[in-house]
């Protein structure tokens, strides 16, 4: 099967993530290429001088700095998702303008892909894209879906205090975090911050991954339901959410 992955170039935990998930893909699997995205975790619109700002004004001065030597780090250690790519010669597709539009339909329909796995990929997918590979589109979120759709799942889970969190890896539709599950796995919380579980979530969304991929090459097309009806929903947080999330012990 030709699989495609499409993500950022984030480089905090997604380098390590993406590492450990091609040392495990099954050997008949081929991974034809990969899309990196730039990294947008306050949207396109802004630029860094903003975003920086933004991170400033609702997480405070010790989260901007932490993150900037993280950046700093990992510039001078070369660690980034297309490193990690270019290290398993994996060829690296850029795309002619957004992933939606004709130009890039035609250039990922070059490739012809069977499946495209979606990890962090911070663009909307429309109708055109999802029916393109044959097997469709799946994607990894770090929650237990149908709860914590939405922004930063590692945050709120926390925050709302949860005994337990997980990963789902779910067919992509058109809605947000809203496809039929293929694989969930839980993982308890047990004081973790926030940078701790979202190392853990993504080494074991990675395994998920790769439980979906050999589930859908077995043919097996069992989903776990997605209820709309039971769905919680949470978007960036705002000042307020992390003096709270603050205040009561926990930790970024």
Not at 120 to 131: E, P, R
Not at 214 to 223: L, Q, V
């Amino acid at each position: 099967m030709k699989i495609m992955i499409v993500t950022q170039d984030e480089t905090g935990y997604l380098p390590t993530a993406i590492d450990y998930l091609i040392r495990r893909i099954p050997e008949d699997v081929f991974l034809i290429g990969a899309i990196v995205l730039k990294p947008s975790p306050l949207g396109a619109k802004y630029n860094i001088f903003t975003k920086a700002f933004i991170a400033f004004r609702t997480f405070g001065a010790s989260f901007v700095v932490k993150y900037a030597t993280q950046l700093i780090i990992s510039f001078f250690k070369r660690k980034s998702v297309i490193s990690t790519f270019r290290s398993w010669d994996v060829p690296l597709i850029k795309l002619p303008g957004s992933i939606n539009s004709q130009a890039s339909l035609d250039l990922i329909s070059h490739y012809d892909p069977d499946l495209i796995i979606s990890i962090a990929a911070n663009q909307i997918f429309k109708s055109s894209l999802i029916n393109l590979p044959k097997k469709g589109i799946i994607n990894l979120h770090t929650s237990l879906l149908p709860l914590y759709r939405g922004l930063l799942p590692s945050f709120w889970v926390i925050k709302n205090k949860e005994f337990e969190t997980g990963v789902s890896v779910f067919w992509v539709d058109e809605g947000i975090d809203s496809g039929q599950i293929i694989v969930q796995e839980k993982l308890r919380i047990l004081g973790c911050s926030q940078s701790e579980l979202i190392r853990y979530t993504k080494i074991l969304g990675m395994e998920a991954i790769v439980s979906a991929v050999s589930k859908i090459m077995s043919g097996d097309n069992s989903t776990i339901a997605n209820d709309d009806s039971k769905a919680t929903y949470y978007s960036f947080p705002t000042r307020k959410d992390v003096k709270e999330f603050l205040r009561q012990g926990s930790k970024f």
